[in-house]
């Protein structure tokens, strides 16, 4: 079992950067590989980033490649989101999830997920 706790959402201006964290609890981690999606007003969820366990691979979804940057620290059992040049087209509701993998496979659903921290960005 892994839970799985979001934070660091909020109101930000077009520009400006935003870092989420998300903590997991359960000893195994870093068998894990963690991805961040999100769901935005009247939207579907959607795929932002994913990294493999130990964080030497990542993928993006084109919407927020060179902008946003995945990360994992194993041993805080903590993966991140720093999320540079926000639009107002990024607000949503992102979620942290877990899948039983070492690498992130796009095809397969993710097996644990966390309940969200909602990011705004407006001016």
């Known amino acids: 079992q892994v839970q799985l706790v979001e934070s660091g959402g909020g109101l930000v201006q077009p520009g400006g950067s935003l870092r989420l964290s998300c903590a997991a609890s359960?000893?195994?981690?870093?068998?894990?590989?963690m991805g961040w999606f999100r769901q935005a007003p009247a939207k579907e969820r959607e795929f932002v980033a994913a990294?493999?366990?130990?964080?030497?691979?990542?993928s993006y979804a084109d919407s927020v490649k060179g902008r946003f940057t995945i990360s994992r620290d194993n041993a805080k059992k903590t993966v991140y989101l720093q999320m540079n040049s926000l639009k107002p087209e990024d607000t949503a509701v992102y979620y942290c999830?877990?899948?039983?993998?070492?690498?992130?496979?796009?095809?397969?659903?993710?097996?644990?997920w966390g309940k969200g921290t909602l990011v705004t960005v407006s001016s």
């Open positions: 999830a877990a899948q039983a993998n070492l690498m992130y496979n796009p095809q397969g659903g993710m097996d644990y």
């Open positions: 359960g000893r195994t981690f870093s068998s894990y590989a």
């Open positions: 990294t493999s366990w130990s964080g030497a691979t990542t």
